[in-house]
Structures are given as C-alpha cells and as structure tokens.
C-alpha cells in the first residue's frame, strides 16, 4: 500500500464550473504525477511536481493547472470545466529505489469525473 | 520521441496456460526501464514488473517474466500458468525525463474457464 488516497472518487459536474481533485500521500515523496485515462488511450500526463511549489506540464496540460504547497498535497484544478475533460484521473508518486536504481510509480485508486 | 506499441488490443487465453502480451518500444536512449501495470476492472493501476536496460537477465516477478530482446527494442510480458484473476488491462510503460512514464494503449486479457 503506496499511502495514496484521491479525493473525491466520483464527481458529475457542468460546462464552465471549477472542479479541484487532492491527491494526497503519506510518505513525503518528491515527485507527484497527475494523469488522465480515455477508453483506447494508456494513461497521459497532464502535469507533474517534483517538490513544493516546483511544478511543470505534462502531454495534454491545456486547461489544467496544479498546485503543490505541501509535499504530501497535489491539486489538479479545472479552471472551467469542459466535455472533454470528462476522464478518469490517477494521481501517483514515484518512489525511489523499488525498481532496479529507477524509481517505480504507484498510483491512487482514481477520480471518474464526468462534465456534462 | 520515445514511444510504446501494444499492438494487441485483445486476447483471450485458456486458463492454466501461458501467455504473452507484446511490447515495442521506441528511444534513442542508452538508458531506459520498463514498466508492466495490470488494471483490473475494478480500476487500480498495479505494478506488475520492472526491466532495465542494463540488466544482463530478464526480470522476474513470481508468475510475471519479462522477455527482453534489446535489438529487436520489445519488453513482452508472460503470465505462466493464467488465472481467471488475470483477467484485465495490461499497460507497459516506459521511464522518460523527470521520472514521468509513457504509456502504450494496453492489451484487455480475458481468461476463459
């Protein structure tokens, strides 16, 4: 168990309305992900953290923007939510040292929004 | 760029028997990893297993085996002895900068009694 929980697990919401997800860790680990799935699709990085408040864009980061002011804390907002954005998102941290000298991600259980 | 291709989008295997989900990757890095994550239907990402670049032998991880053929750049997870607890996504990823991971599509695995 990786200590990664993700708030909230579900969420319906509309067009143009800001939506915030948590990601939080309880192991003090420097690098933080965020990540969003679409059917036909493996997983894209919408941004990432490697400290607090050190925070940079992943592949698919239009319309998205993060916040880390703690290290066990990582906020994905959607600053005005659209169709589109409708995703399952998964946070994960990267541990150091699990994996040969690479560091291997674990993730959280996920977040279903739908945008409607 | 670096790239991963599964080029199987599905399969369906016998239970008891072994089977192979097929990984290319695509880099011009010397020094690479890459990652196997099962995703059950229940939604989690699992990490399965893990394979470096400079690592003389395949990796191993209980009923999960790597079989890593550098010069043909393919990573192919075999399950030996599949269970019906096997049914489900399987994505291989591949280490980029910053310790971000880049993901192939995924091959779903169903298990038939």
């Known amino acids: 168990d990786a200590g990664i929980t993700q708030s909230p697990r579900h969420k319906v919401t509309e067009t143009g309305t800001p939506v915030t997800l948590r990601c939080h860790q309880t192991?003090?680990?420097?690098?933080m992900y965020w990540y969003r799935q679409d059917p036909g699709h493996g997983l894209r990085l919408i941004h990432y953290?490697?400290?607090?408040?050190?925070?940079d864009k992943g592949e698919v980061s239009d319309g998205y923007s993060v916040s880390r002011s703690k290290t066990e804390d990582f906020l994905l907002t959607l600053e005005s939510a659209t169709s589109s954005q409708t995703s399952v998102y998964f946070c994960?941290?990267?541990?150091?040292?699990?994996?040969?000298?690479?560091?291997?991600?674990?993730f959280g259980p996920g977040t279903r929004l739908t945008v409607l | 760029a670096q790239k991963i291709t599964q080029t199987q989008p599905g399969m369906f295997v016998q239970e008891k028997e072994a089977v192979t989900l097929d990984c290319t990757y695509d880099?011009?890095?010397?020094?690479?990893?890459l990652f196997w994550y099962k995703q059950p239907s229940s939604g989690e990402m699992i990490f399965l297993i893990y394979?470096?670049?400079?690592d003389q032998q395949n990796a191993t991880e209980g009923r999960y085996s790597l079989n890593f053929q550098k010069a043909r750049k393919s990573a192919n997870l075999v399950i030996s002895a599949s269970q019906l607890g096997d049914s489900a996504m399987y994505f291989c990823?591949?280490?980029?900068?910053?310790?971000?991971?880049?993901w192939g599509a995924g091959t779903k695995l169903i298990i038939k009694p």
């Open positions: 394979q470096g670049s400079y």
């Open positions: 953290s490697y400290g607090v408040k050190d925070t």
């Open positions: 880099t011009s890095d010397p020094s690479y990893g």
């Open positions: 994960a941290i990267s541990v150091p040292g699990t994996s040969g000298n690479t560091d291997t991600q674990y």
């Open positions: 990823a591949m280490e980029g900068s910053n310790y971000q991971l880049i």
């Open positions: 192991e003090n680990h420097r690098y």
